[in-house]
């Protein structure tokens, strides 16, 4: 008889850059929360058969999602709760709206008693502390505790993880389990230029016109005077990417191709949809929902599934061993 695969819940799944990962790494989402339609329906294109909520996970109700997914219990809760300028102060008050999200994420995970949850997180989380000046993982670890949990904080950098991108992100993973490690194994190196696509086959919304070039070339000069960053930044093929933004399809200079030193109209441009996907490290079958904006936008907002599969093996070999 075919094993059954560990069982996952994504909250605040957004596109599923995470499930992603995991589903790589052999765990199967069967449910996807967010508030966002079209991040849903993006996730849903991708992981076939999983359900979704549509809401604001605050008013998602224990009776909802197990009615959903027909169980009381699930292997694994995972998750990227947004921090609002994070806090946690008041963090016994569940109406405290600075910490309501990592309070529900610890809520659904108090209510569905999985083996393990995973709190995926910008690396500022690591330092972020309360009114009372108490650090908020802390603040996590005791709430987990509380529930049975014990909770290991672990800050990667998703360029060790073969996604050609520099990422920091710091996970925090619980476990039922008493002082496990896990070994998230690094693996191997890619780069940009492996990526992108011939310079040739690029439409041509994506370069910049001459005045948007002359205008960064003179905000540069001026920016250069005050001892300011530069405002644009060019990609350098035999490194990783800049982070990419869920802000990027504004103009993209966070991360720009430059093929010479010119600066003259069609000589410098955005990367495509496909390409921000691709040093995300989304396999290039991966579906996006919503147009051209908002797929810009779930994808800067992901988790580059290379990095989750890393965290997702290292889990699997302790839920196995
Ligand atoms: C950083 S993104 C998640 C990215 C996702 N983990 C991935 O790897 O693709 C955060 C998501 O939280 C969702 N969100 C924000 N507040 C929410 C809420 N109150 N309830 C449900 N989803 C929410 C946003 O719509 C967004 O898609």
């Known amino acids: 008889m075919k094993k059954e695969l560990p069982v996952v819940i994504d909250l605040f799944c957004g596109a599923g850059g995470l499930s992603e990962g995991f589903k790589q790494a052999g765990f199967k989402s069967i449910l996807g929360i967010d508030v966002d339609k079209s991040a849903l329906e993006t996730f849903a294109l991708n992981h076939a058969g999983a359900e979704t909520i549509c809401g604001d996970i605050s008013q998602i109700t224990r009776e909802q999602i197990a009615k959903k997914i027909n169980r009381d219990t699930v292997d694994l809760i995972i998750g990227g709760p947004p921090c609002q300028g994070f806090s946690l102060a008041g963090r016994r008050n569940p109406n405290d709206p600075r910490n ?119 905000r540069a000069k001026r920016n250069k005077k005050l001892k300011r960053g530069f405002g644009w930044q060019f990609l350098k093929m035999n490194d990783q990417s800049y982070t990419i933004s869920a802000r990027y399809y504004k103009d993209g200079c966070e991360a720009l191709v430059k093929y010479d030193d010119e600066f003259k109209a069609g000589s410098i441009r955005k990367l495509t949809e496909r390409e921000c996907a691709r040093i995300q490290s989304f396999p290039d079958n991966y579906k996006f929902a919503g147009g051209k904006i908002k797929t810009y936008k779930q994808i800067g907002n992901a988790v580059p599934p290379n990095m989750a599969k890393a965290v ?7 839920l196995n061993s």
Request: hydrophobic share 40%; aromatic share 12%; charged share 35%.
């Open 100 to 218: 309501k999200l990592v309070q529900e994420f610890l809520r659904i995970v108090r209510e569905f008693k999985p083996k393990f949850f995973v709190i995926e997180n910008v690396q500022g989380f690591k330092s972020m502390r309360d009114k009372s000046g108490k650090l908020v993982i802390e603040i996590v670890k005791e709430l987990a505790k509380e529930s049975g949990y014990s909770v290991k904080p672990y800050l990667l950098n998703s360029k060790d993880y073969s996604v050609a991108q520099k990422r920091r992100r710091m996970f925090l993973i619980g476990s039922k389990k008493k002082n496990v490690e896990f070994d998230i194994k690094k693996t191997k190196e890619v780069v940009v230029g492996d990526l992108l696509f011939p310079q040739e086959t690029i439409a041509e919304k994506y370069f910049y016109s001459q005045r948007l070039i002359d205008g960064f070339l003179r």
């Open 312 to 318: 997702a093996k290292s889990i699997k070999r302790i």
